[in-house]
């Protein structure tokens, strides 16, 4: 019997033979999104729809051991991981439920580091921890959060809109967090304070893009919009899928911030492979006809973001997914975050 290991098909393999083992499982008409997008969007009232998604945390894959990173970063994170997907849909985070699993080692005084953290931006967002479940277990601690996001149905941004010469942009910088990881296994190399400082907590806090995908959504303006959290790579080609284009990336407009460029400095990297593939930026990944940039751009920043950055433009799937270097158009390394690839 020739029974493959979840490591040997991988993570995206995985979760669509799990997905087509659902079947039919799911298709009421109240369903707006199912399977297959950042979350799930199910009908409410008076034309609002409700946004679910969950997303754990685990230790020594999402996060150092309890040792090596404190509890308020892991509870943080772990809420935080889940709003990007709520933001991705146009959605605002309402309710969280939250389960863990705990190794019997496991310090107390952790535990309530970490609730602090979720504590921290569930009141920032005005987020309500509703309960939920505590379990043991032998293996690495994990969080694991249920998450319900509010949205209009009109105002739905799924992956599936892009359309051919729409403009791509991006929020905020790309691939500070693929540094944090970096040099979180390298504690010999030597940073300054600032940019240690600031690609750790882009890797241990990221700061999901709410207020961001609020108004996107809501300007009308967008016709696909999802998160980044498989690297920009990765994440172009799912979006491409959904939607049935291909896509051209401009690598000299990818937004990278000065912190990476002395990051990558010291690593002796090139800048442009952490913000293509590095992963978890949780930054929104958008496409709008290129006569409404300008106007997104303006939008957005009124909403409190910084940057919203064209840096490529969608074309026909026959086109494929290319990047537009100084030397010529290439074909982009199929390449994204995988569970079950190390």
Partial sequence: ?????????????????????????????????????????????????WVVTCDAQVGGMHFPSSENVSGFAVGYKSLAVNMSDVAAMGGRPRFALISLGIPEETPISFLDEMYGGVRALSEQYDILVLGGNVTRTSGPLFVDVFLVGEVVEEKILRRSGANIGDRILVTGHLGNAAAGLHFSSRPHIQLSEDVHASITRAQLKPQPCVAEGV????????????????????????????????????????????????????????????????????????????????????????????????????????EGISLKRADGIFALENFAWEHFSG
Avoid at 11 to 31: C, M, P, T, W
Avoid at 274 to 299: H, K, N
Wanted: with cysteine.
């Fill in 1 to 49: 019997m020739n029974d493959k290991s979840a490591k040997e098909i991988g993570e995206f393999a995985l979760i669509e033979r799990l997905r087509k083992k659902l079947g039919s499982v799911g298709n009421d008409a109240d369903v707006i999104v199912g399977n297959g997008d950042d979350a799930a969007i199910i009908k409410a009232a008076d034309g609002k729809c």
């Fill in 215 to 318: 108004a996107i959504s809501e300007s009308g303006l967008a016709n696909a919009m999802m998160d980044i959290s498989d690297g920009l790579a990765g994440d172009i080609r799912h979006l491409c899928e959904a939607s049935g284009v291909g896509a051209l990336l401009w690598e000299s407009e990818l937004p990278v911030s000065s912190t990476l460029l002395e990051a990558a400095s010291v690593a002796a990297k090139k800048p442009s492979e952490w913000a293509l593939y590095g992963g978890e930026d949780y930054e929104l990944l958008v496409t709008t006809p290129p006569e409404s940039v300008e106007a997104l751009q303006e939008i957005v920043r009124q909403a409190g973001g910084a940057l919203l950055t064209p840096i490529g433009e969608i074309v026909p799937s026959f």
